[in-house]
């Protein structure tokens, strides 16, 4: 009997995540706070201890934590670990620091991110790739395509093991159409790719390195600050110039009534009279009637000057205005890609296209956001306004941009920056998020937006991989099969040790995709021919169907992440 699964929080993701896993063929159950028409489901208090063991926690493999909010996954998680110490716990968190430790202080636990899990896959998708998940390969995630080959797909006739010689390219998934054969098999014997056949294939990430500011950038930069602190400070400038004016009129008026009053004196006195410190009043005390009646009226309206003067100069330096300067200083000129919605998400997109050395700039409502200041410390300009207004998104020189990216967690707000975005740049490539897949393929075919993708099916198979297989390297989704990519370590117990990696494909119908061994990398056909010996480390993929067996066999093997 298959070892049982709960799912736990059956919302967009979580209901994704519990139908992949009954396509699987896992016993799966859910547990649901709302009323759902569905075999296998329980509604019920999801931190409650009687729920949970309605749906058989002492006796569950595995438990999926997939509701959006973090404290009620913490309830459930110490409730589920006193029924249950020894259980496979999946968490799904947004904050990725608690996730950290969290892993590092419990056992059998692993904490996971929607935002985390698809940022990457949005991020490909704005430089132009057609990705439909990632592999985290040799410290780097590498983005997957799915290659459907039809009659005049370039790849049409060619040689599998063509493919699979590129160091750059690592083939995952095979699916002929006329035949019942596996990827190595199929490489081996040497087949060729015909119409119909579907590939699923992973590409070495290329590093793109900032370059550094020239000096006509930093000119251009200057400038384009210096023009925005004239539009935003004209109203502080005038006031300014209202308050030396009177200061010099006043000055004047008092050097002109007594030639024994000094300049300085004057100057001080008048100073002091308008801010109201005060200073060197017998300028003012043995003057006459007249001069004492403008005095006092300067009292007044120097008083106004100067409350109206430091409300202009404290909005200007520590408001907005101060960010906007700032920005325009720092925004890119040309091919530089906008994010718009500074979420869980957002942040993840901008973060990966700023670390893989693409310049970002990103709009965002709200001032207080969580990852406002994460994104700063990442030398990213954040502005603070609604994307869906035509001003900001010329404000961020949507004109000259590579990219833009509607990525809040507003359906409607995202379809509504997107259409902006259009109209001003019709030409410029631009993904769109939206929480429903299907919807989201159909508002792709009516708006010709680049792509529209939702996180939740995005992110779905590694959730689904990560319950049968325990912590995984990645995984992917052809047609109704899943499959999963993994490290394993070999030792002197394992039943791979002592045996050649050609074999065990076919045998095990996985892909082996390289080898660590002490001595080095094996990729290719390299690879193929190996042998196996303790302390190397086999990184393959295989059907989730078939994961069960392996993992159940060696789980201690399994490398964690």
């Known amino acids: 009997m298959k070892p049982q699964i709960i799912v ?17 063929g896992a016993q799966v159950v859910g547990i649901s706070s709302q009323p759902l028409s569905q075999p296998n489901v329980i509604v019920g208090d999801l931190r409650s201890p009687d729920t949970l063991i309605q749906a058989g926690i002492y006796d569950a493999s595995a438990l999926l934590l997939m509701t959006s909010d973090d404290s009620l996954n913490l309830a459930i998680l110490t409730q589920a670990r006193i029924l249950n110490p020894r259980i496979q716990i999946i968490n799904r968190l947004l904050n990725h ?28 998708a704005a430089l132009g790739n057609t990705a439909i998940g990632q592999i985290d390969l040799m410290g780097r995630n590498w983005p997957m395509y799915e290659e459907r080959i039809e009659a005049g797909h370039p790849w049409n006739g060619v040689l599998l093991r063509h493919l ?26 040497g087949h060729k790719l015909e119409a119909g056949d579907r590939l699923i294939i992973a590409t070495r990430p290329t590093a793109v ?143 990966h296209l700023r670390l893989a050395g693409y310049e970002v700039v990103v709009i965002e409502r709200d001032p207080n956001g969580r990852f406002v200041n994460s994104a700063r410390a990442l030398k990213m300009p954040v502005i603070l306004a609604d994307a869906s207004l035509p001003e900001n998104l010329i404000e961020a020189r949507i004109a000259t941009a590579a990219g833009l990216l509607a990525v809040t967690s507003d359906d409607t707000d995202n379809l509504e920056i997107a259409l902006a975005a259009k109209s001003l740049a019709p030409h410029l490539s631009i993904v769109v998020r939206n929480q429903d897949p299907d919807f989201s393929r159909q508002v792709q075919q009516v708006f010709e937006f680049e792509q529209v993708m939702s996180p939740s099916e995005l992110s779905a198979p590694s959730f689904a991989a990560a319950a049968l297989g325990g912590q995984v390297l990645g995984s992917g989704l052809t047609g109704h099969s899943l499959w999963v990519a993994l490290g394993a370590l070999i030792t002197p117990g394992h039943p791979f040790c002592g045996k050649q990696v050609l074999a065990i494909a076919q045998e095990a119908d996985l892909v082996p995709l390289y080898i660590q061994t002490p001595q080095g990398t094996l990729h290719g056909f390299d690879l193929l021919t190996h042998v196996l010996n303790s302390q190397d480390v086999l990184y393959l993929t295989i059907p989730a169907n078939k994961l069960e067996e392996l993992w159940r066999t060696v789980p201690s093997q399994l490398l964690p992440r």
């Not at 010689?165 to 081996?188: G, P, T």
């Open 8 to 24: 736990c929080g059956l919302g967009s993701t979580g209901h994704r995540v519990f139908s992949l896993l009954q396509q699987q």
């Open 97 to 124: 620091r608690l996730g950290s430790r969290l892993d590092q202080t419990l056992d059998y636990h692993v904490s996971m991110s929607v935002s985390a899990l698809s940022g990457p896959i949005f991020a490909f």
């Open 164 to 189: 699979w010689e590129n160091r750059d390219r690592m083939l995952i998934y095979y699916q002929s159409a006329q035949r019942d054969i596996d990827l190595v098999s199929a490489v081996q014997h």
């Open 209 to 351: 390195r900032m370059k550094r500011l020239s000096w006509e950038r930093r000119l251009r930069s200057f400038l384009a600050g210096l023009t925005q602190f004239r539009r935003q400070s004209r109203a502080a400038l005038l006031i300014t110039l209202v308050l030396l004016l009177l200061i010099a009129v006043s000055t004047l008026i008092y050097i002109s009534v007594s030639f024994d009053v000094a300049l300085p004196d004057a100057l001080y006195f008048t100073v002091g009279m308008l801010t109201g410190a005060g200073g060197h009043e017998e300028v003012a005390e043995q003057a006459p009637v007249a001069i004492k009646i403008f005095t006092a009226m300067m009292m007044i309206v120097g008083a106004g000057v100067i409350g109206v003067f430091y409300a202009l100069l404290n909005d200007l330096v520590l408001g907005s205005h101060f960010h906007h300067v700032w920005n325009a200083a720092q925004l890119p000129q040309r091919h530089h890609y906008i994010v718009c919605g500074l979420g869980g998400v957002g942040f993840q997109i901008a973060r």
